[in-house]
């Protein structure tokens, strides 16, 4: 079965950088766009981004383009969210999340990564 | 950014009882190939959220018959035909033809 495996929380210091994975199983990984997607407390999910796991090629929200990187190991299934600069307002649940075979949007879900950002 | 607006913002609703969730798109969301590029998830409390309906009215693989989806351009709705308990939680919809994606701010149904 699809399977999409994050790491764990991580709790940061204003000004560092966070490095979110993402192992996959259970599909062929290089088929399918992996996208990020991150949620505040009691907010409605915001997009991060979204990386052509075949080319490698990324796309972010233009907010978090300075900041972010996205990429991914083929060998390992798993992709990588990088966000850096960090401030209190990036405390959230990252998430990753597989594109869905027909719809351009997520189908399969991560269980999400805690990132705390706190002096 | 494409904005995303749902009403109600909150849902209370007896069990067997039908229910209704409006999501309107500042934009429109079909696309040259005929397909509504709108999706609606359900985020159970504490977990991720989980893909109900693709491409506007197409019921994902384990959704039960009971939730539909229907719409086009921009506007669209979720209907779930008799709420179960298990049914409680936020639906948020989410445009996929734009870049950035962008969701819904949420819709919370609870039992009464």
């Known amino acids: 079965q699809v399977q999409l495996v994050q790491s764990g929380a991580e709790v940061k210091k204003p000004g560092a950088s966070v490095k979110v994975s993402c192992k996959t199983s259970?599909?062929?990984?290089?088929?399918?766009?992996i996208h990020w997607v991150r949620q505040a407390p009691g907010q409605r999910p915001e997009w991060v981004g979204w990386?052509?796991?075949?080319?490698?090629?990324?796309d972010f929200s233009q907010q978090f383009r300075a900041r972010i990187t996205i990429t991914r190991n083929t060998s390992a299934s798993t992709a990588y969210m990088e966000l850096a600069s960090l401030r209190s307002e990036d405390t959230a649940l990252y998430f990753c999340?597989?594109?869905?075979?027909?719809?351009?949007?997520?189908?399969?879900w991560g269980q999400g990564t805690l990132v705390t950002v706190s002096s | 950014d494409i904005v995303m607006t749902q009403s109600p913002n909150s849902l209370p609703v007896t069990p067997g009882e039908p229910a209704s969730i409006s999501c309107r798109s500042s934009?429109?969301?079909?696309?040259?190939?005929?397909?509504?590029?709108l999706d609606w998830y359900l985020q159970k409390p504490g977990q991720s959220p989980q893909l109900l309906i693709y491409?506007?009215?197409n019921r994902a693989s384990g959704v039960p018959d009971r939730f539909s989806g229907s719409g086009s351009g921009t506007d669209f709705t979720l209907k779930i035909s008799r709420v179960e308990a298990e049914d409680v939680g936020v639906y948020y919809c989410?445009?996929?033809?734009?870049?950035?994606?962008?969701f819904g701010q949420g819709t919370k149904l609870e039992i009464k």
């Open positions: 989410m445009q996929g033809i734009h870049t950035p994606r962008t």
């Open positions: 990386i052509n796991v075949r080319t490698g090629v990324p």
């Open positions: 934009r429109s969301l079909l696309h040259s190939n005929g397909n509504n590029y």
């Open positions: 491409l506007g009215s």
């Open positions: 999340a597989r594109e869905g075979a027909r719809s351009w949007n997520p189908d399969y």
């Open positions: 259970g599909y062929s990984f290089t088929d399918y766009p």
